[in-house]
Structures are given as C-alpha cells and as structure tokens.
C-alpha cells in the first residue's frame, strides 16, 4: 500500500529540480527535510562506479570509522574460542562463539546480526557457511579487516562508527552513513570520510571514469542527485 503523502511534502518534493545536480551539503539538508518516515530513518549514499563486477580484480571493498556515529547500533557477532571469546563478551559483542556458533548457523541458516569478525583459527570452519554470510557481505575477511588475531581493536572500531562496503552485482556501492536525527554538518563529515575511503578503494585496473553517479536519499524518501 502506497504511503499518501502530505501536501506539504508534494510541494517540497516539485521544488527538487531533478535535472540538476546538487552539492552535498545542499543535498543533505533536501533529503532530511523530504524525509517523512515516522521513524529516524537512515541516510543513504548510493554511489554508480565505472567498474566491471565481473572482473575480481577490480571490485570494490573497503572499511571506514566515521567521524560521527551512523546514530544505529550494530549487532556484532565474533567467531572465537578461548581467551578471545572472553574478551568479546567483555566487550559486549551480540553473539561469541566458536565451532558451536557456526554449525547453529549451518542449521537454521538465521544470522541476526550486522558484523561478523572472526580470528584466523576460525576461518576453515566459517567455510562452511561462506555460502550464507557471502551474499550477506558477512564473511570475515583480513580485506576489510574483519579477521584478527585480537578482536578488541576490531570491535573497538565498529562501536566507533566504522562501516565497511563493497560493490554490488551492478558495480554500485550502498552506505548508510548516519539518520535523519544526526546533525547536518556531521552528516557531511560522515559523507567525506566515505568518499575518502572510496576512492582509496579504487582497484589500479579500472579504467576511465571511476565515479560515475552519486545520489542521496533517506529510507523512502526521494534520491537527490549529488554533484561528483
């Protein structure tokens, strides 16, 4: 069922000129005022790359701590035994477990939780369950430094703020760096820090323009196209 919007909104919506393309500090502040959801909704970046998703060697992945807090906690799950399974719980990670952890996922296929990070023992078992957390962008990996002998400094970082992103089927990278409650000037120092992170992102084989398209938009509200 299609939301009605308010005549309010509708007139704020035909004052975006869609031919043009703003700046992102003039985009931030059109998405979070066109922002209608009852609830604080994310704040999206959408970035369209000229890379070729087919080609491993050119895919996008990399990691960021923000400058500001997305203002949305994430669930942490850490794949470990011992000393650091302890020490994940201590730091309040959502699920620690080892070999256990792993094969009640394989089970119920459920995984209730937003990063996972693992230490490089655990890694020939999570193979197992490559085929779920994979198509998540879950799998573990010492790329976006997910895989770490001492977890602290990992879990440390996605408390921080730290987000981490890869490029879809279609080359396009997706981002929620903050919600609409966040201050518009932490928004936009959140927005640099990303596109900072991705262009270092960037694969040395790409070829031509890498950044071809950038919009902006909060959970179901309009995209507003940014300047590159």
Known sequence: MTRKQSKSFQSRLKAIDRAKKYSPEDALKIVKELS????????EIHVKTGIDPKKGEQVVRGSVVLPHSTGKKKRIAVFAEGDQAKEAKKL????VGGQELIDEIKKTGKVDFDVA?????MM??????????GPRGLMPSPKNNTVAAKVKSVIDEVLKGRIDFKNDS?????????????DADKLLANYHAFFDALRRARSSTVKGVFIKGISLSSTMGPSISVAV
């Open 92 to 95: 309040g990670a959502d699920l």
């Open 124 to 133: 020939k078992g999570l193979a197992g369950i490559a085929r779920i957390l």
């Open 117 to 121: 990070i693992a230490t490089p023992d």
């Open 36 to 43: 209608y959801e009852k609830f604080d909704a994310s704040i």
């Open 170 to 182: 279609g080359g396009n990278v997706h981002c929620v760096i903050g919600t609409r409650s966040v």
